[in-house]
Every structure is written in structure tokens, then in C-alpha cells.
């Protein structure tokens, strides 16, 4: 047979660059590459050597389990080797495996499998001699691994004495050790505050802290173990079977996933698979599949083995969550609330069962750390229904032309300044009142109850009202006419009505009630009153300076920055003037009293007044310099007690704090 001229030179780049990745992969702990690509690269060798036998050379690495063991290890010589799967990845393929070993078999009849979670960790052989643990070992290439033991005994969740009855001389349990979720999360949360390099995923951080020289970093390291095998025994038979031989493990003292199976059939494989793959995302580790293995010790000995792999069994992996791609641009996408967001445009991928144009990049920090730039080709990641985001840049594959990314000074949707807090990891826009991509979030807040109160503007109201284009911002709110508002899907006539009301009534409002309906950045209610009894008016506000509202109680550095940003923009400005020029006023700010007999006290409201609403209570009291707090506690000095008080009573009653009726709280508004 005659081979084609270029195979022989694809599968000699082939054999180099799967070495190269095995390296990154298993060596030092630092892939390069995701998973589905070293897949793709493996298959089309495998296929070439297939196809062509001459081509097989002995140091190819389709011949080989992993990498080689790290010198600065111990070298163990595995009694038993350990072997790696061969995979498939959808049911037609499942189905051929099945097919294939039964006629390797010569039967038609079912077969019975043991099915789990193909854990995404590092394996690994623990000895045990006369029950206790001497000895623990990376699979290394399979046939030598590297000596751990040091850090195995650091891991909790691995036994270093096995319990019950008919323990055997020497048994050797092979298990995958692995990184949960929520601690890998932790570690590299600690690696980035700490200036230290992330781990790419949690496989890659357990290996990485499995093989440490220092075994007390290994011990600080959240790994945990499922056990999924047997190896060397002496001094008893293995079990007839592996679902019996995990049984026998669990006894042992050793944990062994609570997902372990035992089906009839290929067909009823289906169903961990199917299970496991929708709750992937759920569980608290990473899993990149699930085995199937022939369940009787007899068959598996049996069918032996085919080069590097059993007959016996196969992974069926799920649909890759990571994938490489090619970042075609970056582009800002600007959210509800002003933070802006870079997001990478990339060449489409098909990744985590559906396929990925976009991928956020979080924050210009995130960008520089990882150093992404448009021409890179990248890693990205998609797990269930959480947005793609690119997880590391394929710098040997970076061409001369990249481009590098800089946050725009100005919100591309409003042109309003972008502004970044110091030790904040989002810019935002300052363009709160007029930017469209926050129109929606502002107006709800403008109309909410504590702001402008605007009664019966709900928030799909809102929504509506956007949508139709009926508003753009808070100030067309007081432009809406009875004629558009009846032409709404589910607006009646009487509803309609009832909101040009809300709206007008609106109008009438206080200073501090119109600062915080403005929706500035930090500006809560609290500081809204504080800047309103403190300037007066809106003109001395907005032409204040930094230095002068930081003289103001409750606004500190960061606040008076978002102050001033707020009103330096135009957009901004030309608002609020057409709010004020809608009609919407409030009586003219006094200065907060000073020599008031309640000024810097701390009062409670609770129960039903008579002679007007706790609001309209609260706001006189804050002007006469009281401080309005919401519980009782021992620095409470009165609680106002109306009709129907309750919890808020009886805690002031127990504390021994001062009550008063409504009488006595209108004396005080009298003085």
C-alpha cells in the first residue's frame, strides 16, 4: 500500500506536539491546551497508525498512558499497570463499543456494567501492607509512577490505616484524587491576592498540589479522594466482580463515589449518563464523563487489553467545556447599573453543547493578568449555563500582529466620562440619568417608593414604557399623556388615569427624596438627606467641589468623587432641568437645628400614628437633627410608640429605652 507523502510528516508533527502537551499536561502541571483539542490531535494520530501500521513507531505516544515520572520524585514500578480508557463521545459510538466486545465475546446477551463519574483529577495507587498505608504513586506512564506518599497522607479523605475484617497482606487501591469546586474557587482567589499565578482548573491544581517537595503545602490544599479500583492483592482472591470489589474498598475505609451503578445492558448506561450529564454542573466536582466497565472480574480477564487500553471498558465523555478559538475582537458591552464590561468577540466554537461567538473578559485587571489581545488564540470555557469566559491565552500560538486592549475613557453608548474608583475592579459610566443601557434600571429607581414614590410605575410598567419608546429617561416620565398610556396592552383607561396622577403628585417631593431618585453611585438615603441639610439647594450641590463635600457627615472620599462626577456630565444636567422645568419641586431645605433638645439623638418609630405617616415623622425628626434608626438596641435614647406597637415595644420595655406617645414627638416639632 502506497502512503499518501504527507502522513509520514503529520504523524512525526503529531507525535512532537502530543509530547509537548503531555509535558504541559503531566509534567508540569501547566496545559496549554484544553482537553478537546489533545482529543482531536491524539484520534488523528491514532487514526494515521491505524490506517498505516508502518508509521507506528515505538516511542509514540499512542503507546503510552500519561507522561513520564518527574525526577525530582522517587520512580515506583507499578506491580500491576495502570491503564488509561479509550473514549467515545456520543451514544452511536457507545453503542459500537458494546457491539464490538460482544462479538469479540461471540454472544448476543446483555452484559452487565458498573457505571460512575469519570472524576477530572490525577490517579493514583495507594499500597497498603497489613492494613496500613506504605506507599502511594502517581500512574505516571503507566508502567512507573512517581512516589508521593509524603502528600497522599497530608489528604483526609484517604485512609492510612484500612478498618474491618479480612483485610489482605498487600493490596494496592487505585483512586483519583481530585480538587472540589468551592476549594479550588478558594485557592485561587488566595493565589491572586497573594500575586501568585492561578490554577487553569481544578486537575490541573490538584496535580499541582499533589507533586510539591514541601508535603505542608500539599496538606494546606483542600484534595479530596474517590476510590475506583483494585490493583496487586496477596493473601486473598479478588472479588468476582468490580461492583463487589468496591464494596469490599468502601468497607476498607475507602470513600467510592455514591454515583457507582450497576446496569444490565448498555442501554440502561444511558441513564447515568443522561443524569450525570444534566446534573453535571451541580455536583461539587468536576467530572469529564462517565465509565462504563464490564462488571465481572472473569470477562474483564477475559477481553485483556489493546495496547495502551482494556477491552473491557470506555468513557463516555461529555460535550467539551473548554475549547480553543481565535479572539477576533474586543469590544465594551456597558450593563444596567454602568459597568462597563469587555467582552471578546470570538471566531464561533461549539463548546459546553451550544456554540460560542462571545466571551466576557470581566475587567481590564483580568485582561492585563492574562494578557489577552485581539489575534490570540485562546482557551475558553462554558460550564452549563454560565457565561463563556476565556481562561488563558495559547501564547505559543500568538502571531506578530496582536492588538492590545485599552478601556475607553468614555461610555460608548452615552459618551459620558467613565470613571474608576481606586481598588475597584469595574469602570463604570457616569451617565446614570441619560445613558440608555441603564435607562430601565434608573427609571425604576427614580419611581420607586423611597425615591420619587410614583405609585402604580412598576417595574414591568417600566419596561413597557422603554420598549414602546414612550420614554427614554426619568424626565419623560412627566410628558406621558393619557392618549399613549390607554394605548398599552393591559392599560385601562382608569389605570391610565390613576398614573398621570402618581405622576403628578410625584412632582411635590423633598430635596433629599429628589437626590436619592437621581440614583448617584453610593448616594443611599441616608447621605441624600445629609447633602440636602447640608447645602440647601441643587445649585450649591452641583458646582460643590470634593474637598466641600467631604466636610459632610456620611459622604467620604469615594462618595464626593461619584458626586462630582455625576454632575459634571451634561447629560446629566439637561435632565434634571427638564425635571425642573416638568414641575418638579420641594419646599425650600432649613438648616438642621443644633440646639433642638432631640439633635444627635437616636429614635425608634413603631406602631400607627395618628396625625401623620411615619415618613413624614421620620423627615422631621432628621430635621431637627435626630438620627432615625430602624431597631432597637441599648444606644436607642426614645421609641415613638402609636397604636398597635409591637416587637419594637416590648424590646424598649426590656431595655429600659425612654417611650413617648405621638403627643409628646409633635411637642418636640413645637419647640
Not at 509535558?23 to 483539542?37: A, G, K, Q, T
Not at 497522599?152 to 484500612?162: E, Y
Not at 493578568?369 to 476565556?390: F, L, N, Q, S
Request: charge should be negative; proline fraction near 4%.
Amino acid at each position: 500500500m502506497v502512503i499518501p507523502t504527507n502522513f509520514p510528516q503529520r504523524a512525526s508533527e503529531l507525535r512532537d506536539l502530543i509530547n509537548k502537551y503531555n509535558y504541559l499536561y503531566y509534567i508540569i502541571d501547566n496545559p496549554e491546551v484544553p482537553d478537546s483539542e489533545y482529543d482531536r490531535l491524539f484520534h488523528e494520530l491514532k487514526q494515521i497508525e491505524t490506517d498505516h501500521p508502518e508509521l507506528l513507531t515505538a516511542d509514540s505516544p499512542t503507546q503510552r498512558v500519561g507522561g513520564k515520572a518527574l525526577d525530582k520524585f522517587n520512580q515506583i514500578t507499578h506491580a500491576i499497570p495502570m491503564l488509561s480508557l479509550d473514549n467515545v463521545f456520543d451514544t452511536e459510538q457507545l453503542l459500537a463499543f458494546d457491539q464490538r466486545v460482544r462479538d469479540w465475546l461471540n454472544t448476543s446477551e446483555s452484559q452487565v456494567y458498573a457505571a460512575e463519574p469519570k472524576l477530572d483529577g490525577l490517579a493514583i495507587s495507594l499500597r497498603y501492607e497489613q492494613g496500613v498505608l506504605t506507599q502511594a504513586a502517581t500512574r505516571g506512564d503507566g508502567a512507573t509512577g512517581e512516589d508521593v506518599t509524603a502528600n497522599v497522607r497530608t489528604i483526609p479523605t484517604v485512609p492510612l490505616k484500612l478498618t474491618g475484617n479480612d483485610i489482605p497482606e498487600v493490596v494496592e487501591i487505585r483512586g483519583e484524587i481530585f480538587m472540589p469546586k468551592a476549594g479550588f474557587d478558594t485557592l485561587n482567589q488566595q493565589q491572586i491576592a497573594d500575586d501568585k499565578k492561578p490554577f487553569v482548573n481544578p486537575r490541573n491544581a490538584a496535580a499541582g498540589s499533589l507533586r510539591q517537595l514541601d508535603s505542608k503545602i500539599t496538606a494546606s490544599r483542600p484534595l479530596e479522594i474517590y476510590c475506583y479500583g483494585l490493583g496487586e492483592i496477596q493473601g486473598m482472591n479478588k472479588p468476582d466482580s468490580h461492583s463487589e470489589a468496591m464494596m469490599l474498598i468502601s468497607q476498607w475505609g475507602c470513600r467510592i463515589s455514591p454515583e457507582l451503578k450497576r446496569l444490565t445492558g448498555i442501554d440502561e448506561c444511558m441513564e447515568p449518563i443522561t443524569h450525570l450529564g444534566a446534573r453535571r454542573e451541580s455536583l461539587p466536582y468536576d467530572i469529564a464523563g462517565v465509565l462504563c466497565k464490564f462488571d465481572s472480574i472473569q470477562l474483564q480477564q477475559r477481553l485483556g487489553f489493546v495496547s495502551r487500553t482494556p477491552r473491557w471498558a470506555i468513557a463516555h465523555k461529555f460535550p467539551a467545556q473548554e475549547e480553543i478559538t481565535i479572539v477576533e475582537d474586543i469590544e465594551i458591552q456597558v450593563g444596567r447599573t454602568g459597568a462597563l464590561t469587555p467582552v471578546a468577540r470570538l471566531k464561533p466554537v461549539f463548546v459546553g453543547g451550544v456554540t460560542v461567538s462571545n466571551a466576557t473578559l470581566h475587567n481590564q485587571d483580568e485582561i492585563e493578568r492574562k494578557d489577552v489581545r485581539v489575534g490570540d488564540t485562546v482557551i475558553v470555557r462554558r460550564a452549563g449555563d454560565v457565561i463563556p469566559e476565556v481562561v488563558q491565552v495559547v501564547l505559543s500560538k500568538r502571531p506578530d500582529n496582536t492588538v492590545l486592549f485599552s478601556m475607553p475613557t468614555h461610555c460608548p453608548v452615552c459618551q459620558s466620562e467613565v470613571e474608576r474608583i481606586e481598588g475597584e475592579a469595574k469602570a463604570r459610566c457616569s451617565g446614570g440619568l441619560y445613558c440608555a443601557a441603564q435607562q430601565k434600571e434608573a427609571i425604576k429607581h427614580f419611581a420607586s417608593r423611597k425615591a420619587m414614590d410614583v405609585d402604580g410605575l412598576g417595574d414591568k410598567l417600566v419596561e413597557q414604557l422603554v420598549d414602546e419608546e414612550l420614554i427614554a429617561d426619568v424626565s419623560d416620565l412627566f410628558q406621558l399623556t393619557l392618549e399613549q398610556l390607554s394605548a398599552l396592552e393591559r392599560m385601562g383607561e382608569k389605570s391610565a388615569v390613576n398614573l398621570i396622577n402618581a405622576l403628578q403628585t410625584a412632582k411635590q417631593t423633598t430635596f433629599s427624596r429628589f437626590l436619592f431618585a437621581l440614583g448617584i453611585r453610593e448616594v443611599g438615603e441616608a447621605t441624600a438627606r445629609a447633602l440636602a441639610s447640608h447645602l440647601l439647594t441643587l445649585d450649591v450641590l452641583q458646582q460643590a467641589d470634593e474637598e466641600t463635600l467631604i466636610e459632610i457627615e456620611d459622604v467620604g472620599p469615594v462618595v464626593a468623587h461619584h458626586i462630582v462626577t455625576f454632575f459634571h456630565q451634561a447629560h446629566n444636567r439637561e435632565v434634571i432641568d427638564r425635571l425642573l422645568v416638568a414641575g418638579v419641586n420641594w419646599p425650600e431645605e432649613q438648616k438642621v437645628s443644633s440646639d433642638s433638645m432631640i439633635s444627635g439623638k437616636t429614635i425608634v418609630l413603631t406602631g400607627t400614628l395618628e396625625q401623620m405617616s411615619r415618613s413624614e415623622a421620620k423627615d422631621k425628626l432628621l430635621g431637627l437633627g435626630a438620627k432615625v434608626a430602624g431597631s432597637v438596641s441599648k444606644k436607642t435614647d426614645f421609641v415613638v410608640a402609636g397604636r398597635d406597637a409591637g416587637s419594637k415595644l416590648s424590646k424598649a420595655e426590656k431595655l429600659g429605652v425612654s417611650v413617648v406617645d405621638e403627643a409628646t414627638m409633635l411637642g418636640w416639632f413645637s419647640l
